[in-house]
């Protein structure tokens, strides 16, 4: 059975790398960004706000999360939900609690010893949640192609909840800018390129192209 631990900034391209690779192995893939964007929404709809450290853990603790193709919050979809304006506004602040971290690492280890085997991406799952992963990756990307990227998925992503709008390049730009500063700079569970990781730039790349790398480091 194998563990892939993918971690790097926004749109270096883990979830389109992860999915393709965990096809390729035939196992399931963990988005755990999409699990701290959960509770992001989770915590805007009951006005708990992003700063609230103890209120945002015991709602961790009780909230009720399904991730995979779909992302099922206390038996509603909302896969486009968490892709919001307004989720993107607060989670890199609600992700940087250490009691909510520690909730949900719990849920992310536990939902590989239920498996023993998948593809998970985040930002600390090669330094933190599985540092004994098979392989560990660090996918990045030139900070202009983030952007181009981020800006294309804003744009083409129809399923976008009412209400938001697909920033230009120069916004989403700035906005990289700012999270890979809080990213790297908080004090738990940091960004960071973990010891043993394969450093992997996905600038200029197809897709086949870094899962065929990755293949091949199995």
């Known amino acids: 059975m194998t563990v ?3 971690d790097g900034p926004g749109g270096a391209g883990k979830s ?3 999915r393709a690779l965990a096809e390729r192995l035939g196992v399931e893939r963990l988005d755990t960004g999409a699990m701290y964007r959960a509770l992001a929404l989770a915590a805007l709809r009951r006005s708990i706000p992003a700063d609230d450290e103890a209120r945002l853990a ?3 603790r009780s909230m009720r999360l399904q991730v995979g ?3 099922v ?3 509603e979809d909302v896969s486009a939900a968490i892709r919001g304006e307004d989720v993107d ?3 890199s602040v609600v992700a940087a609690h250490p009691l909510v971290r520690e909730e949900l ?4 280890r536990a939902w590989v010893a239920e498996r023993g085997s998948g593809v998970v991406e985040g930002r600390d799952i090669a330094s933190v949640v599985l540092p004994c992963a098979d392989l560990k990756v660090y996918l990045t990307a030139d900070p202009a192609e983030r952007a181009r990227r981020r800006a294309t998925d804003c744009r083409a992503a129809a399923a976008r909840p009412a209400g938001t709008r697909g920033a230009d390049v120069g916004e989403v730009l700035e906005a990289i800018g700012r999270r890979d500063a809080f990213d790297t700079g ?8 973990a010891d043993g990781a394969v450093v992997v730039d996905s600038t200029g790349r197809s897709v086949d192209d870094i899962v065929d790398e990755l293949w091949g480091l199995l």
Do not use: F
Request: a neutral charge.
């Open 105 to 108: 690492v719990a849920r992310q």
């Open 73 to 75: 919050l206390d038996d």
């Open 4 to 6: 892939v631990a993918i």
């Open 16 to 18: 389109t790398v992860a």
């Open 69 to 71: 193709d779909r992302v």
């Open 89 to 91: 506004a607060v989670v």
């Open 186 to 193: 908080r004090s738990v569970s940091p960004l960071v390129v």
């Open 58 to 60: 015991v709602l961790a």
